[in-house]
């Protein structure tokens, strides 16, 4: 299985600032998702992170607020922008893995941010 | 687009006791798979399930699908501490790799 780490694993930001989440694999992988999770809530998905192109962004999440970065297969980063109390969750990098195998993502261990 | 709901939301069961927690797709699923989430942790790989009928387990947890393929539940007998937790199950979308997610099953189990 893949391992991923993601950084920070947890922040405290106040409002109208920025943070970059990093998400590094130790082999090269395809696809790159990031989800948020808000609390009691579960996962939704942001975006798709795709090497050597602008990332895909589902209805509701726009590039301006969570700007992406893929520079290569094995490193994304998310950040969130101007972040405001509403943007407290956690956020998770997944990628899915490049054998057969029946598990489909693999995640990391999150960031938990809060918001002040 | 395709929607997951599960139920119940959260679960407080003894230590001992069976429960089941249910997914229900709002269309037919091509790949179901069970998560669970330790709090404030990553997502832990259960179960994979993809025809209809099918039947997984795994120790004491066992995960069905059902012959149309909309819904699944995940059993698990005999409860204990370390089931605890979020159990999610995830929907493999049609024509990329990407999971859309269920609302989620809390579970407590205490002694």
């Known amino acids: 299985s893949a391992v991923i780490s993601q950084k920070p694993s947890r922040d405290i930001c106040q409002r109208g600032t920025s943070l970059t989440i990093q998400c590094q694999v130790d082999?090269?992988?395809?696809?790159m998702f990031w989800y948020r999770q808000q609390p009691g809530q579960s996962l939704t998905l942001i975006a798709t992170?795709?090497?050597?192109?602008?990332?895909?962004?589902e209805s509701g999440f726009v590039i301006d607020k969570f700007p992406i970065s893929r520079p290569n297969l094995t490193f994304s980063t998310l950040t969130v922008s101007n972040m405001s109390p509403e943007d407290s969750s956690i956020y998770l990098c997944?990628?899915?893995?490049?054998?057969?195998?029946?598990?489909?993502?693999?995640f990391g261990s999150g960031t938990q941010l809060s918001v002040l | 687009s395709q929607e997951l709901e599960q139920s119940p939301q959260s679960l407080i069961v003894q230590e001992g006791k069976n429960l089941t927690i249910n997914c229900t797709s709002s269309?037919?699923?091509?790949?179901l798979y069970w998560y669970k989430q330790k709090y404030g942790e990553g997502l832990i790989f259960l179960m994979m399930?993809?025809?209809?009928?099918e039947e997984k387990s795994h120790e004491k947890i066992t995960a069905k699908l059902d012959e149309k393929k909309q819904q699944s539940s995940l059993h698990i007998t005999a409860s204990q501490p370390s089931h605890a937790g979020i159990y999610l199950c995830?929907?493999?979308?049609?024509?990329?790799?990407?999971?859309?997610f269920g609302t989620g099953t809390r579970l407590q189990v205490f002694p």
């Open positions: 082999s090269q992988v395809t696809m």
């Open positions: 269309k037919t699923l091509y790949g």
């Open positions: 399930l993809q025809k209809g009928g």
């Open positions: 995830g929907a493999e979308t049609t024509s990329t790799d990407k999971l859309i």
């Open positions: 997944s990628v899915a893995p490049w054998t057969d195998t029946n598990e489909k993502l693999f």
């Open positions: 992170a795709n090497q050597g192109s602008e990332a895909t962004y």
